[in-house]
């Protein structure tokens, strides 16, 4: 699978991405919204090959893609998995050196976009660590509202950490793609 944005490539994993995917998980700041199980270089080799698997599955269910650059950079993952019948959850990760530079954006968008108009979705949550603000204004910013939060759901690090999950349905998400709020016309990417 194979979608291009303005920067990005997205596409499904290989085992060529093993060494850049693990070395970009490895970063102290990418490890600090993670518990130390889900950022060993075995959960990191463990993770690609689930995605590589995934990609090969007949009716696929899971997305999760490659954001890379054009000039085929490994960046992060960001993908969409169907849930239930009209229901799928968004998930993206991104390398600290990437980070901030509106890259997560521009892959949470066109995976949006695929979920919403090519797999017919009508509502799409992401979860997330309140205290993670790049993830959270991530969501905001493509138009996902707050639909729950919960103290004290996750522990790891040695605290409790607050969960909260963002929601879109396809009329909002077409909806703000026609009308954006910086008073641009996106179109497709």
């Known amino acids: 699978m194979l979608i291009q944005t303005r920067n990005l490539v ?5 085992a060529k991405d093993m060494a850049p995917y693990t070395a970009l998980r490895s970063h102290p700041e990418f490890q600090r919204y993670y518990s130390e199980a889900d950022v060993t270089t075995e959960k990191s080799v463990f993770l690609l090959e689930l995605f590589i698997r995934q990609s090969q599955e007949i ?3 899971k997305f ?4 890379c650059s054009k000039e085929e950079v490994l960046m992060g ?3 969409i998995r169907l849930e239930a019948p009209g229901l799928a959850s968004l998930g993206f990760e991104l390398g600290v050196a990437w980070q901030g530079k509106g890259m997560a954006r521009e892959a949470a968008q066109a995976m949006l976009e695929f979920a919403f108009r090519k797999l017919q979705v009508q509502r799409v949550y992401a979860e997330t660590l309140l205290e993670n603000q790049g993830a959270t204004t991530l969501c905001k910013s493509l138009g996902m509202r707050v ?31 026609s009308h954006p709020r910086d008073g641009t016309r996106s179109g497709k990417q």
């Not at 999760?64 to 954001?67: E, P, R």
């Open 59 to 61: 009716p696929r269910k």
């Open 147 to 177: 639909s729950e939060a919960e103290i004290g759901r996750t522990y790891f690090k040695g605290r409790n950490w607050q969960t909260v999950v963002f929601e879109i349905y396809a009329q909002d998400f077409i909806s703000n793609a």
């Open 64 to 67: 999760q893609l490659a954001i």
């Open 10 to 14: 997205l596409r499904d994993f290989s």
């Open 77 to 79: 993952s960001c993908g």
